[in-house]
C-alpha cells in the first residue's frame, strides 16, 4: 500500500454517524427502519416486563384474600363486580354467572357449572390476549431484521462496486468506505434481531406461566362451587 492511500485512509471518519451519512438513501431508510424497529421493541419489553411484575404481584395478593377464609361472597363485595385485577376479573365473572344462575326461589338454573367454566375461560382468554399483545411483534423483528439489514448490505456493497467501476480505482480509498457502510446495515439488523428473539423468548415463557395460574385458579374456584351445587 503506498503512502497517499494510507494517508487517505487514515484522514476518513469511520464512526456511525459518519457511515450513515456517506450510505445511499436506500441504505439510509433500511437504517431507520432498523432503529424504528429496535425501539419499538425495546418499548415492548419494557412495557411487558411492568406488566408481567405487576399482575404477578396482583394474583400473589388475590391469592392470599381468596385463600383467607374469607366467606366468596363478602370477598365479591369487597372487589365489586368491575375489578381492576386479572385474578379478580376472572373470580368476579364466576361469582357474577353463579349468582344469575339463582332463581328467585333461591333454587340454581340447570347448566350452572357449565356457564361458570364458561364465564371464566372467557374472562382468562381476555386476560391471555392483554398479556401477549404485542409479543408476535417482537418475534417479527426477530426474524426479519437480519434480513432487512442483509438487503441494506448487499445494496450498498452493489453501490460501492459501482463507484469502484466508475472510478477505475480498487484501493483502499475507495474501498473501504463503501463496504464499512455496507455492514453497518447488518449490524443493526442484528442489534434489533437478538434482543427481540432473546426477550421474545423469556415474555412468552413468562405469560404462558402466569396464564396457567390463572387457569389453576378458575378449576379450583369450579371445583368449590361445584361441591355448593351438589350440596
Known amino acids: 500500500m503506498d503512502t497517499q492511500t494510507l494517508a487517505l485512509a487514515q484522514e476518513m471518519d469511520f464512526s456511525m454517524w459518519a457511515l450513515f451519512a456517506r450510505a445511499t438513501f436506500t441504505v439510509k431508510l433500511v437504517m431507520l427502519l432498523l432503529l424504528l424497529a429496535s425501539f ?12 408481567y411484575r405487576w399482575a ?18 363478602g370477598l365479591f363485595e369487597d372487589i365489586g363486580p368491575d375489578p381492576t385485577g386479572n385474578s379478580e376479573k376472572i373470580f368476579a365473572a364466576g361469582m ?3 349468582r344469575r344462575s339463582h332463581r328467585d326461589d333461591g333454587r340454581l338454573i340447570a347448566g350452572a357449572q357449565a356457564r361458570i367454566d364458561r364465564s371464566m375461560d372467557v374472562a382468562i ?19 426479519t431484521a437480519p434480513f432487512v439489514g442483509l438487503f441494506g ?7 460501492a462496486f459501482i463507484q469502484i467501476a466508475a472510478e477505475q480505482n ?7 468506505p463503501g463496504i464499512a457502510e455496507a455492514l453497518l446495515a447488518t449490524g443493526l439488523g442484528l442489534l434489533a434481531a437478538i434482543p427481540a428473539v432473546i426477550f421474545y423468548n423469556k415474555l412468552s415463557s413468562d ?17 368449590i362451587l361445584s361441591r355448593q351445587l351438589d350440596a
Request: proline share 2%; charged share 25%.
Open 56 to 73: 404477578r404481584r396482583e394474583a400473589g395478593v388475590f391469592d392470599r384474600s381468596f385463600w383467607s377464609g374469607e366467606p366468596l361472597d
Open 207 to 223: 405469560s404462558d406461566r402466569i396464564i396457567a395460574g390463572y387457569e389453576s385458579f378458575a378449576d379450583e374456584f369450579a371445583t
Open 170 to 176: 480498487t484501493n483502499l480509498a475507495v474501498v473501504a
Open 40 to 51: 419499538w421493541s425495546w418499548a415492548i419489553i419494557i412495557q411487558k416486563h411492568i406488566l
Open 125 to 143: 382468554n381476555k386476560e391471555a390476549e392483554d398479556l401477549q399483545r404485542g409479543l408476535p411483534i417482537l418475534a417479527t423483528i426477530g426474524s
Open 96 to 98: 357474577i354467572e353463579w
Open 153 to 159: 448490505t448487499v445494496w450498498g456493497i452493489m453501490h
